[in-house]
T-cell receptor
Framework: RKEVEQDPGPFNVPEGATVAFNCTYS??????FFWYRQDCRKEPKLLMSVYSSGNEDGRFTAQLNRASQYISLLIRDSKLSDSATYLC?????????????FGKGTKLSVKP | SAVISQKPSRDICQRGTSLTIQCQVDSQVTMMFWYRQQPGQSLTLIAT?????????ESGFVIDKFPISRPNLTFSTLTVSNMSPEDSSIYLCSVEVGTQYFGPGTRLLVL
């Protein structure tokens, strides 16, 4: 069974905190990896792709460990607006986005 | 980027009836995707809709239950047929334009 596993949370953190989410995937042949953000009652939106060498976008850092089949997302200096559900997403076949496998998401709540 | 609209945004339906959801994209795309997100669950791909050919369904989803139309490169419909309360979910269409974009979703409640 193809699976993407995440801690559902919720993670309740104060503004300014650093928080990390982890995700594991079962299919070692998975080709590409993403973090999506889904606000309450909204559609998912791409936050960032995850590259083998790790990548950073402002306060967000994503890392991939293919050997352990593990993906992480680090958020530094949390803002109230970061409150959302973060979806770990794996594409099992190169080129075809229709093979995206979604985790159930990790809920983050940033408090004042 | 892509701008996607869906109709209806939400609906409440009686069991045994059918609902057709429309998805409109602001650009021509080869493939459109239909997903379901049940409460507390991850997004699950229902099918891929290709223009000019039959949709490709994922395991657990069949054409009789979820017929799909794709009359042109900017439009698709998904019908949820003979609905039961278990079909209560959010249905989202999506397209790939560099990255994957999702429509706002259709919230369906079946009584």
């Amino acid at each position: 069974r193809k699976e993407v596993e995440q801690d559902p949370g919720p993670f309740n953190v104060p503004e300014g905190a650093t928080v990390a989410f982890n995700c594991t995937y079962s299919n070692s042949a998975s080709q590409s990896f993403f973090w999506y953000r889904q606000d309450c009652r909204k559609e998912p939106k791409l936050l960032m792709s995850v590259y083998s060498s790790g990548n950073e976008d402002g306060r967000f850092t994503a890392q991939l460990n293919r050997a352990s089949q593990y993906i992480s997302l680090l958020i530094r200096d949390s803002k109230l607006s970061d409150s959302a559900t973060y979806l770990c997403v794996v594409n099992e076949m190169g080129g075809s986005q229709g093979n995206l496998i979604f985790g159930k998401g990790t809920k983050l709540s940033v408090k004042p | 980027s892509a701008v996607i609209s869906q109709k209806p945004s939400r609906d409440i339906c009686q069991r045994g009836t059918s609902l057709t959801i429309q998805c409109q994209v602001d650009s021509q795309v080869t493939m459109m995707f239909w997903y379901r997100q049940q409460p507390g669950q991850s997004l699950t791909l229902i099918a891929t809709a290709n223009q000019g050919s039959e949709a490709t369904y994922e395991s657990g989803f069949v054409i009789d239950k979820f017929p799909i139309s794709r009359p042109n490169l900017t439009f698709s419909t998904l019908t949820v047929s003979n609905m039961s309360p278990e079909d209560s979910s959010i249905y989202l269409c999506s397209v790939e334009v560099g990255t994957q974009y999702f429509g706002p979703g259709t919230r369906l409640l079946v009584l």
